[in-house]
């Protein structure tokens, strides 16, 4: 009901200024336009209202409101039935989202025919509610362009009755409606920017991810794990997690940063994401040359045959994920043989000095690599691969994210981390590692362990996986409650059963 006049001129600059901020505060869509027909029915004292958006020649209904009939907001569409609209003349909405011209009408019953604008009383006839007077405005940003139509309907006068909305009501409502539009165009805008970055992560990660069959679709799950773990702590009831909540803009930091915890492997060589022995395949190869070549060049047919078995011991010992105890002893032998070719002459070759082909059968680099002990990667090869770490923090740190999403440098460079300092790159301990690293670091090992499409290993199955878990966790070096929840609450199973988003 509308307020007498004196009071009523205080409380609308009251409420326009607390308004103007309330809006531009806004960042949901939806709250800031239910808030825009909201506070407008609160100044002109409107049993309800509605709000329709422009959107590619169409008006999209997003909201309505009514004082008489009550409808929740997930009610909404199913309780009104507002469909969309065509901009064009036929409707009230339309005709206002066509023209930029505010419509005043005290009753929708009284249209003259000759109008081209009608009203739909399907509405009333649906509910029994009997729509009189009508004020549609356009929703116009500062460059005067349309951005949606808002309705108010059935002005309340100070006696209860329904009357005309008045030429201030005009006013206030063009007055707030600008402000709306800006305010609608700035969230629209936020959520523009936010869905483009959205795509950015998703499609290099997932490209850097696809360059080795190894790696394909791990980022992905390794959200996934992440945001079913952190919602599974925000759902703990008891226990030690109980006081741990994210809120969802913490949620989102960090389903960002599991997303884009691996970008530093973008400068670790492909045939280093690709080893599955010792050796890489064209190491190999290089390797198979040479003692054709030798044997090629060979007379001795005693020699021959020595190097055929060399040949095949080195292929054995390339695909072993250890190294026999005889192995590095017949290594040296087999390194302190030469590949020599006959004298080469002619003026190119005479200036260079080449005038004999000399190398050994096996470079240094391969035999460093043949006589790793465990695995498959040399030490340098593993500081190569672990840097990833570092260069995840050096890329991320030059991005400059907003304010909600400052950590997420720091959380994804901490996922190798250990509780207990044994991690890289920065050793650090529990009380250096937040609960964002922790996730991290349990979907990673996770995903590491179940995805079968790793080189080193095909996927172990999910039990043994939850066990290296649990191990790792009794060793102090993943959170123990974390782990503790992530297999009591089977929260991974979700995530291999395809059914939570990344
Ligand atoms: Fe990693
Ligand atoms: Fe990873």
Redesign the pocket.
């Known amino acids: 009901m509308k307020a007498t006049s004196p009071e009523r001129v205080l409380l609308e600059k009251q409420k326009l200024v607390e308004i103007s901020i309330a809006l531009t505060s806004e960042t949901d869509l939806h709250r800031l336009l239910s808030r825009i027909i909201t506070e407008l029915r609160g100044l002109t004292g409107a049993q309800g209202g509605s709000l329709y958006l422009c959107a590619q020649a169409r008006l999209t209904f997003e909201v309505a409101q009514n004082d008489i009939i009550a409808c929740t907001a997930d009610h909404e569409l199913a309780c009104f039935k507002y469909q969309d609209l065509p901009i064009n003349d036929n409707s009230l909405a339309g005709y206002v989202a066509l023209t930029g011209q505010l419509l005043n009408i005290p009753d929708v019953y009284e249209l003259s025919p000759a109008l081209p604008y009608h009203f739909d009383p399907s509405f009333d006839q649906r509910t029994g509610y009997r729509t009189r007077s009508m004020l549609v405005a356009p929703l116009k940003d500062h460059q005067g362009e349309i951005v949606g139509v808002l309705q108010l309907l059935n002005a309340v006068g100070s006696n209860g009755e329904i009357q005309s909305f008045s030429k201030e009501d005009e006013t206030l409502v063009l007055a707030l409606a600008s402000q709306a539009a800006v305010a609608i165009n700035t969230v629209r805008l936020i959520a523009t920017i936010r869905e483009l970055f959205e795509s950015l992560v998703v499609y290099s990660v997932s490209a850097i991810d696809a360059r080795s069959p190894y790696t394909a679709g ?2 992905r799950r ?1 959200a996934a794990y992440s945001l079913a773990l952190a919602q599974a702590v925000n759902a703990c009831q008891e226990g030690p997690l109980a006081a741990v909540t994210f809120s969802e803009p913490e949620l989102e930091e960090l389903r960002f940063s599991a997303w884009l ?2 970008i530093g492997k973008i400068g670790v060589r492909d045939a280093l994401l690709d080893k599955k022995n010792k050796l890489t395949d064209q190491e190999m190869e290089a390797i198979r040359w040479r003692f054709c070549l030798a044997s090629w060049q060979s007379s001795d047919p005693t020699e021959r045959q020595a190097l055929q078995e060399d040949l095949v011991f080195l292929q054995r010992l390339n695909a072993l994920p250890y190294l026999p105890p005889e192995a590095p002893a017949r290594l040296a032998q087999i390194a302190a043989k030469h590949l020599t070719g006959p004298e080469r002459r002619g003026t190119a070759a005479e200036a260079e000095g080449l005038l004999r082909v000399d190398c050994p059968l096996l470079t240094s680099a391969e035999l460093a690599a043949l006589l790793v002990s465990h695995g498959n990667l040399t030490s340098r090869e593993y500081a190569e691969i672990q840097g990833h770490a570092l260069q995840t923090l050096h890329i991320l740190e030059k991005i400059p994210f907003s304010q909600s999403l400052a950590r997420v440098p720091r959380f994804a460079a901490y ?1 190798h981390e250990r509780l207990d300092g044994t991690g890289y790159p920065f050793h650090l301990t529990a009380a250096a590692l937040p609960y964002q690293a922790r996730i991290l670091a349990i979907a ?1 090992v996770f ?2 362990l179940t995805a079968s499409d790793r080189p080193y290993r095909t996927g172990a199955s999910c039990d043994s996986a939850l066990h290296v878990l649990e191990e790792e966790a009794a060793k102090g070096r993943l959170d123990k409650d974390l782990v503790e929840l992530f297999i009591s609450g089977r929260v991974y199973e979700q995530v291999l059963a395809g059914a939570a988003p990344a």
Do not use: N
């Open positions: 791990h980022s390794v915890h691996d996922h990673d995903d590491a």
